[in-house]
């Protein structure tokens, strides 16, 4: 039972992502006002996430001088953002200038990679400690369904096809548990701090590149300022309240 446990925490964590489908089903009648509003909400969150969780808590085990721990971040961070930009003009070649279709498929691939280290995080989390694992995985609950708009909201109204919009969410969420079981099989015992800590960095500078430089002039280019800011606000409260948990 102690291997189960984490295995299904990590998965309830991960599909909770497929909630974020619901988006595509909401009947709209101002499409500009909802896009606006999905995309910064779920904007919101990649930002809060990535300066007030991924940051702060790996900043400690990078390295063990401030020198190192610098040098370390700027060079995965900037991995990161590089990462972005490079994603992108692969996916321009696929899908010409829809930057809906961009937006989503970008999405889609930041967070397959911040699933699976948060795969990793609640299975070592729930087998050294079954109380904290079911703390956080309510935590990554709370912020992955916006996470899941994030990638769903933009593919369907991009490309028309339900099927495509859950197949990507479905494959993002799955990373969760992925990441559980490479845990069990291959990590358990060797992964440590410092490469954990690497990894999220890498994958905080994805995020915040991705939100500023693509899901921003995005979120703004409906010129729906009330929709653009209620998104942002509740994607805040949400990440509040994910990290009081």
Request: proline share 4%.
């Amino acid at each position: 039972m102690e291997i189960v446990w984490p295995f299904i925490l990590a998965s309830i964590a991960g599909f909770s992502t497929m909630l974020g489908c619901l988006g595509i089903f909401i009947p709209v009648k101002k499409k500009d006002e909802f896009l606006s509003f999905a995309i910064s909400l779920s904007l919101s969150v990649m930002l809060m996430v990535s300066l007030f969780d991924l940051i702060p808590s790996s900043l400690p085990y990078l390295g063990d001088g401030i020198l190192k721990s610098l040098f370390l971040f700027v060079l995965f961070f900037g991995l990161g953002a590089i990462s972005v930009n490079l994603l992108n003009k692969l996916i321009e070649r696929e899908k010409g200038s829809d930057n809906l279709y961009k937006l989503g498929i970008l999405s889609f691939i930041a967070l397959v990679l911040h699933n699976l280290p948060e795969g990793i995080l609640t299975f070592l989390s729930t087998y050294q400690d079954f109380s904290l694992g079911v703390s956080l995985c309510i935590a990554i609950t709370l912020h992955n369904i916006p996470e899941g708009i994030s990638i769903a909201v933009p593919i369907y109204y991009s490309t028309g096809s339900v099927g495509k919009a859950i197949k990507c969410t479905f494959l993002s969420a799955l990373a969760e548990p992925l990441g559980a079981l490479l845990a069990f099989l291959i990590f358990k015992n060797f992964i440590t701090s410092q490469m954990v800590s690497m990894f999220l960095i890498l994958v905080a500078g994805i995020m915040i590149t991705l939100s500023i430089n693509k899901m921003l002039p995005e979120a703004i280019s409906y010129n729906k300022k009330k929709s653009l800011y209620l998104g942002f606000l509740l994607g805040t409260v949400v990440v509040a309240i994910s990290l009081l948990i």
